[in-house]
T-cell receptor, first 116, second 113 residues
Framework: SAVISQKPSRDICQRGTSLTIQCQVDSQVTMMFWYRQQPGQSLTLIATANQGSEATYESGFVIDKFPISRPNLTFSTLTVSNMSPEDSSIYLC?????????????FGPGTRLTVT | AQSVTQPDIHITVSEGASLELRCNYSYGATPYLFWYVQSPGQGLQLLLKYFSGDTLVQGIKGFEAEFKRSQSSFNLRKPSVHWSDAAEYFCAVNTGTASKLTFGTGTRLQVTL
């Protein structure tokens, strides 16, 4: 399985500022994903990030608010821009990794963001 | 569009008792189905998955799940729960389109000693 790390693990930010979250994988993967988990809620996909192409955003998420970089096959960043308290969530990255018989999706530990 | 329903928001079981967490999906064909567990302050860990073949799948930590096409269900089971199983459990579906996962709302499991 893939080992995924995220930085920072948590942060408290003021409204109007931006935070960049890093996701590092211990092996090369083609597909990476960014999810948001609002307090007490399930996970919602923000975007899919493939190396060498623009990220694909889900309905309700836009690049100006959540710009994503994918400079290589082991790294990605998600920026939460112009933050408001509604952005307080856990942000998780995941990767699609080939298992023995199929592709499996593995998740990082998440970044807990609080916006004041 | 596909969807996943986990009818039980919160379940409490005694340690040593059996467990069944319900998951129903909505999709026209056979989806790829997953169960993940999220311990407090942790990321998601893959428990098991169903892609095809045997409808009873075994996972890690003694969990199993059964795919029932007629009921559009993929319920998670464990014969004897341990206190360390207390966590949030998410069912997810992937219809194969761009490998995107759609998650259910989760079931929080509490284990009493």
């Amino acid at each position: 399985s893939a080992v995924i790390s995220q930085k920072p693990s948590r942060d408290i930010c003021q409204r109007g500022t931006s935070l960049t979250i890093q996701c590092q994988v211990d092996s090369q993967v083609t597909m990476m994903f960014w999810y948001r988990q609002q307090p007490g809620q399930s996970l919602t996909l923000i975007a899919t990030a493939n190396q060498g192409s623009e990220a694909t955003y889900e309905s309700g998420f836009v690049i100006d608010k959540f710009p994503i970089s994918r400079p290589n096959l082991t790294f990605s960043t998600l920026t939460v821009s112009n933050m408001s308290p509604e952005d307080s969530s856990i942000y998780l990255c995941s990767v699609l990794y080939p298992g023995l018989t199929s592709y499996e999706q593995y998740f990082g530990p998440g970044t807990r963001l609080t916006v004041t | 569009a596909q969807s996943v329903t986990q009818p039980d928001i919160h379940i409490t079981v005694s340690e040593g008792a059996s467990l069944e967490l319900r998951c129903n999906y909505s999709y026209g064909a056979t989806p790829y189905l997953f169960w993940y567990v999220q311990s407090p302050g942790q990321g998601l860990q893959l428990l098991l998955k169903y892609f095809s073949g045997d409808t009873l799948v075994q996972g890690i930590k003694g969990f199993e799940a059964e795919f029932k096409r007629s009921q559009s269900s993929f319920n998670l089971r464990k014969p004897s729960v341990h206190w360390s199983d207390a966590a949030e459990y998410f069912c997810a579906v992937n219809t194969g389109t761009a490998s995107k996962l759609t998650f259910g709302t989760g079931t929080r499991l509490q284990v009493t000693l």
